[in-house]
């Protein structure tokens, strides 16, 4: 069975830093093209990031980029999304997915899904 397992969030300030990591376990192993999610409350959840099988491209919504960076260690069946300069915007609680072939800014044709980790950004 694969699971995913988000870790990292917490309660910070603006303009703070703060690195999410989502490790994938099952077997057997194999490699997945990895995104991030996040949803606030009462809005729809959203696009952030994502990361294709080998780290050579990636893909970002336009709120974030230059502030946040998505990466990934094969080796360590992990994918890490580095959040600098946080806004109260950026509050959410993150998700990270995985899928087979490719990845997608539509959280519905992702493979499988973590419970996520929260982000909670004060002014």
């Known amino acids: 069975q694969v699971q995913l397992v988000e870790s990292g969030g917490g309660l910070v300030q603006t303009g703070a830093t703060l690195r999410l990591s989502c490790v994938v376990s099952g077997r057997p192993w194999r490699t997945y093209a990895m995104g991030w999610f996040r949803q606030a409350p009462g809005k729809e959840r959203e696009f952030v990031a994502a990361i294709s099988l080998s780290g050579g491209s990636t893909d970002y919504v336009d709120s974030v980029k230059g502030r946040f960076t998505i990466s990934r260690d094969n080796a360590k069946n992990t994918v890490y999304l580095q959040m600098n300069s946080l806004k109260p915007e950026d509050t959410a609680l993150y998700y990270c997915?995985?899928?087979?072939?490719?990845?997608?800014?539509?959280?519905?044709?992702?493979?499988?899904w973590g419970r996520g980790t929260q982000v909670t950004v004060s002014s």
């Open positions: 997915a995985a899928d087979r072939q490719s990845y997608h800014r539509t959280w519905r044709e992702y493979d499988y």
